[in-house]
């Protein structure tokens, strides 16, 4: 079995300031790790994701997260958000024995001018 | 083309009406899905589909019916829903659905409202 745990529901920031919305994990395999964003009346769009080699991956919009395996961990960084960052952010992940994926409860993030 | 495209965005229906939703994805993809969200949740699997079969379904009430009628296409059959189904209905596609990763590619989803 696997989980996902998001450990803010709501992170209130100010506009060019660095956000980390908090992710962790529990599985018994080896795992996937993904974040997805979702504006408001939208579908989920893929920031980025880890599979394996390098434990800190770059996505778009100016995203990056950092697999810890002895914490279980995959935070999500920007060092300096915008307006347009507004969304809900989720943490997923996918052991590598099964491709269905847990999602986690999601972070409200709002960045205020 | 990296587009889920669904139809359609916004339904809104008696509880005795019949209605489908319909999902699209021309990536070539052999793994489609289907997903309720409610407001402020993490999307819920509700059916996978693998190779146009049926190969999860999250034990989902049977007034939602699904189908795949080829490998580019999938449906969503709506009959005798309750005002608890209302939910942003999403749709998503991979390249296969087996062990190993599978990035899924959403669509936007339809809102949908049952009256």
């Known amino acids: 079995a696997q989980s996902v745990t998001q450990l803010d529901s709501q992170v209130p920031v100010f506009e060019e300031a660095p956000v980390e919305l908090r992710c962790n994990y529990s599985?018994?395999?080896?795992?996937?790790l993904f974040w997805y964003v979702q504006y408001p009346n939208q579908g989920l769009q893929l920031l980025l994701k880890?599979?394996?080699?390098?434990?800190l991956v770059k996505g778009i919009n100016g995203f990056e997260a950092e697999f810890n395996k002895s914490q279980t961990s995959f935070h999500l960084r920007k060092p300096s958000v915008h307006i347009s960052d507004t969304a809900e952010y989720f943490c997923?992940?996918?052991?590598?024995?099964?491709?269905?994926?847990?999602f986690g409860d999601g972070t409200t993030l709002t960045v205020k001018p | 083309d990296t587009e889920v495209t669904q139809t359609p965005k916004h339904l809104v229906m008696g509880m005795t009406n019949k209605k489908s939703l319909k999902c699209e994805q021309h990536?070539?993809?052999?793994?489609m899905y289907w997903y309720k969200q409610k407001a402020k949740k993490p999307p819920e699997l509700m059916f996978v589909?693998?190779?146009?079969?049926?190969?999860i379904n999250e034990s989902v009430p049977s007034r939602f019916s699904p189908e795949c009628p080829n490998s580019s296409l999938l449906n969503l059959h709506l009959h005798a829903l309750q005002p608890e189904d209302s939910a942003l209905y999403l749709c998503?596609?991979?390249?296969?659905?087996?062990?190993?990763?599978?990035?899924?590619?959403f669509g936007p989803g339809t809102r949908l409202t049952v009256l």
């Open positions: 990536m070539g993809h052999r793994a």
């Open positions: 997923a992940v996918s052991n590598t024995n099964a491709g269905k994926s847990t």
């Open positions: 599985s018994s395999v080896s795992v996937y």
């Open positions: 589909y693998s190779y146009e079969k049926l190969s």
């Open positions: 880890y599979l394996s080699g390098s434990t």
């Open positions: 998503a596609s991979s390249q296969d659905s087996g062990p190993g990763y599978n990035e899924q590619f």
